[in-house]
């Protein structure tokens, strides 16, 4: 069983539009995050969720919009799509108050605007 | 979380021992230090972490100098699967308010293990 799953694993669209991107996690975590890589190969925080609350959201647009419908959910919503957000997108969880708090994260979505 | 400074690659021969070093002088006390790799196409990956001691897992040793100021990663065994990019990471433990931040990710290492 895939620990952290993403979907799609590319997506493909043109400027102006609007997507999602879904991640599911079945490791029982409370905390779930959303990074991005862009084509420097820089990885990124962007949001951070603890039990569906908000706890960190990097300066990003407000084009951006994460959604936790539960705790083991963390969508990705992009209004309005531009060529800059052309880049691999990362979902992760961690358990912040038990072991190492290590991250784990999924294998990413392909996002290209046209 | 502090700034780490890692070489930007380096090159291992297949079955020898791969050590990773990482400067991180400006670590305070209540800073963990964790290392993750992503191999190429996938999603990061968490190796290790450590406070003081050394640690070893089934991955790899983590050693960490007395003062603290810098670590070295140890795959002792390396093999191609290694090959990959190595993050040094520093970030405060989940009781000083490091519990749900993000990790703050360099350029890393660059590792090629080598047949």
């Known amino acids: 069983d895939t620990a952290v799953s993403q979907t799609p694993k590319y997506l493909v669209t043109q400027m102006g539009n609007d997507k999602s991107i879904k991640c599911e996690q079945n490791?029982?975590?409370?905390?779930m995050y959303w990074y991005k890589q862009d084509s420097k190969k820089f990885l990124k925080i962007m949001f951070s969720y603890n039990n569906k609350e908000l706890i960190i959201n990097e300066t990003v647009p407000n084009r951006f919009s994460p959604k936790s419908p539960d705790k083991a959910h963390l969508n990705l919503h992009i209004n309005s799509l531009e060529l800059g957000d052309s880049a691999v997108y990362f979902c992760?969880?961690?358990?912040?108050?038990?072991?190492?708090?290590?991250?784990?994260f999924g294998p990413g979505t392909r996002l290209t605007v046209t | 979380d502090a700034k780490t400074t890692q070489p930007p690659s380096m090159d291992c021969a297949e079955g020898r021992a791969a050590n990773l070093p990482c400067n991180h002088s400006t670590i305070s006390g209540n800073e963990y230090v964790y290392w993750y790799r992503q191999i190429h196409s996938q999603g990061p990956q968490y190796i290790i972490h450590?406070?003081?001691n050394n640690e070893t897992n089934e991955m790899a040793s983590l050693i960490i100098t007395e003062d603290r100021k810098s670590s070295t990663l140890i795959l002792p065994h390396a093999t191609l699967r290694d090959t990959a990019v190595y993050y040094c990471?520093?970030?405060?433990?989940?009781?000083?308010?490091?519990?749900?931040?993000?990790?703050?990710f360099g350029k890393g290492t660059h590792l090629i293990i080598q047949p």
């Open positions: 450590g406070l003081k």
């Open positions: 490791l029982g975590h409370d905390t």
């Open positions: 992760a969880s961690s358990q912040p108050d038990r072991g190492a708090n290590e991250q784990y």
């Open positions: 990471i520093v970030r405060a433990s989940m009781y000083s308010g490091g519990g749900a931040d993000g990790l703050t």
